[in-house]
């Protein structure tokens, strides 16, 4: 199988298959020292009742000898027999995954054995797809595992691995690229399958799974302080053979790459380029189109779909991405489904519970979304809710409706209008030096408007008589500045800019971390409940001589395992909710509607064009208190802030 046959490719793989096979018993002799050392105080006592029983080791202390060693024999026998069998019953962490059946993909089958045939190594027991660009092998082979995997078809080995493929390459890519990108894993399935490397693969995986049995919840004080004894065993042979494992996964690699330059070489170079814009346009539609939905309790049910119009739109901004659209009329992978929206939707769901924690299936609160209903469900409800938010907290601080000033002292309109927050937020305004130093520019223009030509001219002479001077002077009026801005730098880090902004922050940070630790806690308690009713199945299953699927859980503790971002910060967080009222009025008072943009999200549509200087403007609201650059786009866009907004 790993014959060297004179050509480079041969000799790259016969070398990657050797190394991984040495870093394999290398693995092994570490088990085998462990193994040693327990049973050497056995064998010392073996050779003391052995001398005492010839005559050799006679007398009170060769008795005593015999004792102690037949004690600390027995412990650590005891001790050895329950981490071998911790290690062995500890059921390693399995990757979320949605699980296809022959039946739902027999092309995608056909096409993997195919492929493996071609590459002269054993087919994947079973194929399963991840909400996530990229691809790799699995071992599912124990008995806690069996369960999750799909029966395989005539000619797979029950010791295969799983082939577990990402979901958007499926509908990114052509038929060909995947063909391509899969073959140097599915070369990986000929290592995987040499006993020695299978054994050191299942080693480790024990020791990692055993490493984790002291966090399982349920145990009782004396049972987790054996946990922690096995764990902590189990962490010291993990550490002594982790750089012989990763050699070993090395050169695993090695030898499936090498054999995969046989097949579609030339399209492999070309789909990776499909890889990186994949992987691209997938991250952006998961951070700013569908964490929004899943933060409203919503669940957009076709991601995969999406990212090809993700991807399509980056084709048609960026010059780089040009002509990667063309690709379209080719057949996309998904083809090879039976059901491309089922599969879809499934794992659009996992990709909601892996990267923010929601619930396992739908419900009243984790509802689907379509994509024609973003706009209207998610954009619109996430825009009132956010001012609804707002004007909770500006109510909770004591402003109440009517009773807040602006600026200038006049009344601020009753009900939950803009001017009631652009008012608390410039109630003191302090401009920065730029803005002071912008208004003195404005003025001095100004003031110079009706200069008449002649006496321009004159100035102009008279100004390039004086120009060492005021060159002279420019220097240190910069000096000057610097000076200042560096001073009224050390001053804003005492004291905020705009105090009032600062307190509506803090108010709706709290109130966003209440709403976000009850959200969890009902996730939390769903899941128990459905953990609890899986183990009750699994030990009727288990009484009746049937099987049931586990629940699927992380190696990283409770979902998300991945959050997509860190925790906003709380002027981050007002920047938001501001920006949500100036869209609610927008929509309300002016021709403005909720939109969806692929790559950046929500988005204000004003005339049918996407509004993108509207940011700027609020932040100045909230950082400077200054209202004017927000004043004059509602001006020019036609939005009535004095007017109150329609809330959830």
């Not at 001790?79 to 699980?99: C, F, G, I, S, Y």
């Not at 054996?226 to 053979?241: D, I, K, P, S, T």
């Not at 909770?396 to 009753?414: I, M, Y």
């Not at 609020?618 to 509602?634: S, T």
Request: charged share 25%; aromatic share 4%; with cysteine.
């Amino acid at each position: 199988m790993y014959g060297v046959s004179g050509t480079g490719s041969d000799v790259g793989e016969e070398w990657g298959a050797r190394a991984a096979r040495s870093r394999a018993l290398a693995v092994l002799r570490v088990r085998g020292r462990a193994l040693g050392l327990a049973v050497l105080p056995a064998a010392v006592a073996v050779v003391l009742y052995a001398g005492g029983v010839t005559g050799h080791f006679t007398g009170s202390g060769w008795d005593a000898a015999r004792w102690v060693v037949t004690v600390l024999a027995v412990i650590v026998l005891i001790a050895a027999t329950a981490v071998a069998l911790v290690v062995a019953r500890a059921r390693p962490a399995a990757t979320p995954t949605v699980e296809l059946a022959e039946t739902a993909a027999p092309d995608l089958y056909r096409l993997v054995r195919d492929l493996a045939d071609r590459l002269d190594v054993p087919a994947p027991a079973a194929i399963a797809l991840t909400p996530d660009c990229d691809s790799w092998l699995e071992d599912r082979t124990h008995r806690a595992h069996r369960a999750l995997r799909t029966p395989g078809g005539e000619g797979e080995s029950e010791g295969a691995p799983v082939l577990v493929i990402g979901s958007p390459f499926l509908w990114w890519m052509r038929v060909g690229e995947l063909r391509a990108v899969l073959a140097p894993v599915v070369a990986g399935t000929g290592p995987a399958a040499q006993p020695d490397i299978a054994a050191a693969r299942r080693f480790v995986r024990g020791l990692d799974a055993a490493v984790a049995v002291p966090g399982t919840p349920g145990l009782d004080p004396v049972r987790r302080i054996g946990a922690g004894a096995v764990g902590q065993v189990a962490r010291v042979l993990l550490r002594a053979c982790r750089g012989h494992a990763a050699e070993m996964e090395r050169g695993v690699a090695v030898a499936g790459s090498e054999r995969a330059q046989a097949v579609d070489y030339g399209v492999r170079i070309v789909a990776q380029e499909q890889v990186g814009l994949a992987y691209a346009g997938w991250d952006r539609l998961l951070t700013r189109v569908a964490l929004p939905a899943w933060r409203m309790g919503r669940w957009p049910a076709k991601l995969d779909a999406g990212v090809v119009s993700a991807l399509t739109e980056l084709s048609r901004r960026d010059r780089l991405a040009d002509g990667f659209s063309s690709r379209l009329g080719e057949r996309p992978a998904c083809d090879l489904l039976e059901e491309p929206g089922a599969v879809d939707e499934a794992a659009s769901l996992l990709a909601a519970r892996l990267f923010h924690g929601g619930p396992a299936a739908p419900g009243p609160d984790w509802s689907p979304v379509e994509w024609s209903q973003y706009p209207e469900e998610v954009v619109d409800r996430k825009w009132r809710t956010d001012a609804a938010r707002l004007h909770q907290v500006l109510d909770g601080l004591g402003l109440a409706d009517g009773t807040a000033r602006g600026a200038g002292g006049e009344r601020v309109a009753e009900g939950p209008t803009l001017t009631r927050v652009i008012a608390h937020l410039a109630t003191e305004p302090t401009k920065s030096a730029d803005a002071r130093a912008e208004a003195d520019t404005d003025a001095a223009l100004d003031a110079g408007a009706g200069v008449d030509t002649a006496d321009a001219a004159d100035t102009t002479d008279a100004a390039g008589a004086d120009t060492d001077t005021d060159a002279e002077d420019a220097t240190d009026l910069d000096a000057d500045l610097d000076l200042d801005l560096d001073a009224e730098d050390v001053e804003d880090d005492d004291e905020p800019v705009n105090p009032a902004a600062e307190a509506l922050a803090g108010a709706l940070s709290a109130l966003l971390a209440r709403e976000e630790a009850a959200r969890e806690a009902r996730v939390a308690a769903s899941a128990l409940t459905a953990e609890a009713a899986a183990r009750s199945a699994e030990k009727d299953d288990r009484h009746s001589g049937g099987t049931s699927a586990p629940v699927v859980s992380g190696p990283d503790g409770p979902l998300p395992l991945f959050p997509l971002q860190p925790p906003r910060s709380g002027r981050d967080l007002l920047a938001d909710h501001v920006t949500a009222m100036v869209c609610c009025a927008a929509v309300d008072t002016a021709e403005a509607t909720p939109g969806l943009d692929w790559l950046d999200g929500p988005a204000l549509l004003v005339g049918g064009e996407r509004a993108t200087d509207l940011g700027p403007r609020v932040l100045a609201l909230v950082e400077e208190g200054d209202p004017e650059p927000l004043r004059v786009w509602l001006a020019r866009t036609g939005v009535r802030p004095e007017k109150p907004v329609r809330l959830v």
